[in-house]
């Protein structure tokens, strides 16, 4: 193996993000429940993670604190080896824009703008680009899901399938080193929710990013490179497929 080939696999295996020993509560007094009892993860590059559990295991309060929407009441949640558990609102923002994808059950498309400007809001909050290199962008990642012709059609113009593959291309607009979706394929019917969930596989192991993906459909898991099964507060992982 080349140096060059053993930095790049380092670089792979190196967590993009990670947290260690995660408690979060939810509720108050009598009914307050330790819903993440001191969870631990690695998150590498080029992988695609599914969180399996019943409802109520906490899935989505995991991902919320994964992606800087939710403090946990104790433990840390670093990107890229820095730690933000404890950071500013204003930090928080800044890194969820820079760094952090989502895409939710609902696509949460602005129906009065088209897809590609759907795609271009985000580069305009993060800022760095300008008009002609946003508008390149959005157009290779439209095309990247296969909606390249639809560029200029009004979100709720789109199918229900359609609209959630531009949430997905929104989701990587600003090259984001993680997409954390919830969800994303809860109102789709069969044949859409496998194309949109094969979509967000396929494009974690293409790239540099990692897919953390919340579902309750073991088809899809099974798809993922990584099972992670919530219980009781507590995760267990599975082998890496393949």
């Known amino acids: 193996m080349s140096d ?58 995991l991902l919320y604190s994964l992606g800087l929407l939710d403090r946990p009441d104790a433990g840390e949640v670093r990107l890229g080896g820095v730690e933000l558990s404890r950071a500013s609102d204003d930090e928080r923002s800044r890194v969820r824009a820079s760094a952090l994808g989502f895409v939710f059950q609902f696509h949460f498309l602005l129906p009065e703008f088209s897809a590609l400007e759907n795609l271009m809001l985000p580069m305009y909050r993060k800022g760095g680009l300008n008009e002609s290199r946003m508008r390149d962008r959005a157009t290779y990642l439209l095309d990247r899901v296969g909606l390249a012709d639809k560029a200029d059609r009004l979100a709720s113009r789109l199918s229900g399938g359609e609209q959630q593959r531009v949430a ?45 993906m919340v579902t309750h459909n073991p088809d899809i898991a099974a798809r993922c490179d990584v099972r992670l099964t919530l219980s009781e507060g507590g995760l267990a992982v599975a082998p890496v497929v393949g």
Not at 30 to 37: A, P, S, T
Not at 43 to 59: D, F, L, Q, T
Not at 188 to 193: C, E, F, P, S
């Open 4 to 61: 060059t080939d053993s930095t790049t696999e380092q670089r792979a295996r190196t967590p993009v993000l990670s947290c260690s020993n995660l408690h979060r509560y939810l509720g108050e007094g009598e009914g307050r429940v330790h819903v993440l009892r001191g969870v631990s993860l690695e998150i590498e590059p080029r992988r695609a993670y599914a969180v399996e559990g019943p409802s109520g295991c906490g899935k989505s309060t």
């Open 168 to 212: 997905v291309a929104r989701a990587l607009a600003n090259a984001p080193s993680v997409v954390l979706a919830d969800e994303p394929t809860g109102n789709l019917d069969g044949a859409n929710a496998e194309r949109v969930a094969n979509l967000l596989v396929e494009l974690a192991r293409e790239s540099d990013h990692a897919v953390i």
